[in-house]
């Protein structure tokens, strides 16, 4: 299967800039399916700084991580995915043309 970023939750299984330069409010992170031990995913912004990072411990057993309300950032990056997909449920994502600085919560 291939990324798709118009639906929502987002899903992800292939390492890639996904949404770059786009404003992007999340509400959680669901690592589906990771299927070894050792396995590691991670998601940052376009800034590099981390969203998401995590290691499977239990084999094909899900994670999830959820946010507070009103998390932002801009861009978004999956830089590690060795097994399973990435479910990431929006609250909304938008156009930041010329922004700078990365947004924090």
Partial sequence: MANNI???????????????????SIYS???????????????????????????????????????KPGFSFVGLKLIDLTTGELHILTSYIANVEGRTKPYKD
């Fill in 6 to 24: 118009v639906s929502n939750p987002i899903v992800l299984d292939t390492i890639a800039n996904v949404l770059t330069g786009k404003l992007i």
């Fill in 29 to 67: 992170v669901q690592w589906v399916n990771p299927t070894n031990i050792g396995s590691t995913a991670i998601l940052t912004d376009d800034y590099n700084n981390i969203i998401f990072k995590a290691t499977c411990v239990i084999a094909n057993q899900s994670l999830i991580k959820y946010f």
